[in-house]
């Protein structure tokens, strides 16, 4: 194994990340540079969740930069966090680069990471960089949460009768916005302070896809109309493009990272009314007892919604 | 993104798994298959490690199998835990795959990871699986600990006057150990709970190297004794193959993912009459007050000892 060249070496790469880390949250009792990092989730259950970004599948470096790389390292993770309604306290990250990067590259991807874990005063409290004679780069963030006092809100719990509700507006994301969203962890907090909502997830697969996960672990269907998707600018754009409808994009392009609930038709009808926060709040259709997924479109046809979002490894 | 011929899909080996996972660890308020899993810690802080495996440099598929990888994947993260004083109490596992992979490997990686996880009754509480067109697979693993009532035993403990003990025998661990190790769990919440260690690090880097850390962190030198040091028949073994000497693969190595502990010489002699495991413990030097290492030979002769294991990305 030929070590890279890479001005300082590993160790002091370390030292430059844990001179960042400095004064870093209080939740951190021990930092970067031992062992472990250890933190103090205070009572309750801790979730956690990690995500590896492969260079090529993920993220394609002639498209975007180190930082951004870094941000959405960051972002795919918290997303997790936001979405089981928990408030994220701590990232660790591992990064695998080819024995040709520089130290450059490296701090790129870290100040990315930084410069959103910063906006949630989250730290990345420890690490691992490792180099390989693959011409790749890997990145895998596990991001760790805590409870705000109510139960983690699961993908099992939507019922019969549930307003579903997004956040944002959806499909196009590739164009850009996979790597500078903001994860909607403030937004998924306020929901769950005084919206009781009974499932939660993130769009990371595709609108399609997701409520697709939620139905089966719920055991139930849904209808949504199409009318009332939320199509974004980067959608019609795509479409601009390649042809395909903005509304095919909305359905299926994933990595939006917006937050798709469902809720009593009580609470969703006060959240969509409140509107809370900055980001858009669309209803979009109801929890069914039916197990499938039905779209009805402009001209009142109902047809069944495949999920249609990426599915990695997906099978033969 | 071309998906990868994978029998059942990501979601089928995503269901697979949670159906290995069922029945696990109470601490496991919520598994593998939504948002994130969610883990119960009790009181104190949780340490956290995570790293990455890359093909090629932590291990070569044509040498070790699929189920040794994951076996060794898991063995870093609670070696990590271990070294901190701390009890994992669950892994969470991120895997990229060559898309040309077949679910026979994935689940034989998955397999091992569980192997060594399940001698610890440790969770594997949850994970993400992706694919790329690259042809190298990737492993990263995060390991959760909690505390079992002492502090965490950091690198930046070491006293001048303690005494250096190591478990096990070192070097050489390329010739198989290194995937097929048994991370020192159990041994290091003995020391901690009955011996009162100063510091404490596992051995991954390499003896010369790991001191080193030590040394750093704590702001003292030490001086080992070369007869002292234990050396395994695997460095004796790649001794008789490369021609260097044995002492030097014991000394510079890594990965052999015993652990290096410092304590007051009254627990030290202890801890070594005790022998309280079946591992072996060897007190091979003292903590010195000198800020650098020494090694005094078998003829009595003082050098200073540099740090000889693999560094990645070493400086230029």
Not at 116 to 123: G, I, K, T, Y
Request: hydrophobic share 40%; aromatic share 6%; charged share 25%.
């Amino acid at each position: 194994m030929t070590p890279i060249e890479f001005k300082g070496g590993e160790f002091a790469f370390i030292d430059w990340i844990r001179r960042q880390a400095a004064g870093a949250a209080e939740r951190l009792l021990v930092g970067p540079g031992d062992d472990a990092c250890v933190i103090d989730p205070g009572s309750g259950g801790v979730s956690v969740t990690t995500d590896m970004l492969l260079e090529g599948t993920h993220f394609d470096l002639a498209k975007v930069t180190p930082r951004e790389v870094g941000w959405k390292a960051i972002g795919v993770g918290l997303s997790d966090i936001a979405a089981m309604g928990t408030e994220p306290i701590a990232c660790v990250a591992a990064v695998g680069l080819p024995e040709s990067s520089d130290r450059a590259f490296a701090e790129a991807l870290y100040e990315g990471m930084r410069d959103l874990a910063d906006r949630f005063d989250v730290p990345i409290a420890g690490g691992d960089v490792t180099s390989w004679t693959a011409p790749h780069v890997v990145i895998c963030v596990t991001a760790l949460g805590r409870s705000t006092g109510a139960e983690p809100v699961l993908r099992s719990g939507a019922r019969p009768g549930d307003v579903i509700v997004v956040t944002g507006s959806l499909g196009g994301s590739l164009l850009g916005r996979h790597v500078r969203f903001i994860p909607r962890v403030n937004e998924a907090l306020v929901i769950c302070r005084e919206y009781a909502p009974h499932a939660m997830i993130d769009l990371s697969d595709g609108l399609s896809s997701d409520l697709a996960h939620v139905a089966v672990e719920s055991k139930v269907g849904a209808l949504i109309e199409e009318k009332l998707v939320p199509i974004s600018p980067d959608a019609e754009e795509a479409s601009g493009t390649d042809g395909r409808p903005s509304i095919a994009h909305a359905l299926d392009d994933g990595e939006d990272f917006e937050l798709l609930v469902t809720l009593d038709e009580a609470d969703a009808l006060r959240l969509v009314k409140d509107c809370p926060f900055d980001a858009r709040l669309t209803a979009i259709g109801n929890v069914t007892d039916t197990g499938e997924i039905f779209i009805r479109d402009n001209d009142g046809n109902v047809r069944q919604l495949e999920p249609g979002g990426y599915e990695h490894l997906r099978g033969t």
